[in-house]
């Protein structure tokens, strides 16, 4: 007599997650799907935040972080990327995206889609069309 084991595909395909954060609530639901995939299937978070070189929430952001993954036993990592003039938070996310190896970005939308989302220049638009990677956008 053999016991069968449940066998999660998902843990084979996720391993690495990267999670853009902003300050304010838009993140918080990515935030909370990542820790939630990454306790059950042991995946790994690296948690980016983009922003111009002298913002003012990079700690906050950090112990936002510090707090949500708080006792959870999730391994994570939190970036910060300078956003320079010639650049978008979009196109950080991609370079990151291009130079680390992940499986999955998990993000939040604020509700555009469509061509409603190009018009208001949409970072999980741009993201999810650019990324060398699957992409899973909240709303």
Request: hydrophobic share 40%; charged share 25%; net charge negative.
């Amino acid at each position: 007599m053999s016991v069968d084991e449940p066998v999660y595909e998902v843990s084979y395909k996720f391993r690495n997650i990267l999670v853009p954060v902003s300050p304010g609530g838009r993140s918080k639901d990515a935030i909370s799907v990542a820790l939630d995939m990454a306790q059950r299937y042991g995946s790994r978070i690296v948690f980016l935040y983009v922003a111009p070189p002298s913002d003012p929430h990079v700690e906050e952001m950090r112990e936002t972080i510090r707090k949500a993954v708080g006792r959870s036993g999730v391994q994570y990592t939190f970036k910060f990327r300078e956003l320079r003039e010639d650049e978008t938070v979009a196109s950080e996310i991609v370079k990151e995206l291009s130079e680390g190896e992940y499986d999955l970005v998990i993000m939040s939308t604020r509700g555009y889609y469509g061509t409603t989302a190009f018009l208001y220049h949409s970072i999980s638009m741009s993201v999810a069309i650019a990324a060398n990677t699957s992409v899973l956008i909240l709303r």
